[in-house]
């Protein structure tokens, strides 16, 4: 009976070998955070190490995206990532979800949420595990990309409308 199971564990997981799910490669940059806001080389590098693999047009695969059902994991997180926040695209979002967004950046890096930890497991990407200065770097530049916003618009087109409910039929 043993046997039997472990053969049919074993042809299934030769079978999903091969529905893969497509990878995040378009490196479509038409509407990149960079465009807008100025940033740092030191920014850009953390942007880069620690977030654009999970929140931007180009993900860079590590070899054990090649084995399923890790392949799946990885495109679920890769696409609930870019669902939140996509570097890529950020400059085509209205100004107050950029503004928003923007918050949004500040409050996770500052409570250690981002990188997630299971992108560092198990000393996977350990260049994504950010030193305290790094993390300050990136809020102050956040901050920085905010107070231009407050100067350059007026103050009520950075805020997020209300959702109003809908009403019950």
Same mark, same amino acid.
């Given at each position: 009976? $043993? ?15 091969? $529905? ?17 806001? !100025? ?22 695969? !590590? ?51 981002? !990188? ?9 990407? %350990? ?17 920085? %990309? ?24």
């Amino acid at each position: 009976m $043993f046997k039997k199971i472990a053969l049919g564990l074993l042809a299934i997981l030769v079978i999903i070998q091969f $529905f893969r799910p497509e990878k995040n490669l378009s490196d479509d940059q038409t509407h990149n955070i960079a465009l807008k806001y !100025p940033v740092s080389g030191e920014v850009k590098e953390i942007l880069r190490v620690a977030c654009d693999d999970c929140h931007s047009n180009k993900t860079a695969y !590590p070899w054990y995206v090649n084995i399923q059902p890790v392949a799946w994991f990885l495109d679920n997180h890769v696409q609930e990532g870019k669902r939140e926040l996509n570097f890529s695209t950020f400059t085509k979002l209205p100004v107050a979800v950029q503004n928003h967004k923007f918050d949004e950046i500040i409050e996770m890096v500052d409570e250690n949420e981002m !990188p997630l930890k299971s992108y560092t497991y198990l000393g996977l990407h %350990q260049e994504a595990n950010l030193t305290d200065q790094q993390r300050q770097l990136l809020i102050n530049w956040v901050k920085q %990309q905010m107070t231009m916003l407050k100067n350059e618009y007026p103050a009520d087109s950075l805020k997020m409308k209300k959702r109003t409910p809908k009403a019950e039929s």
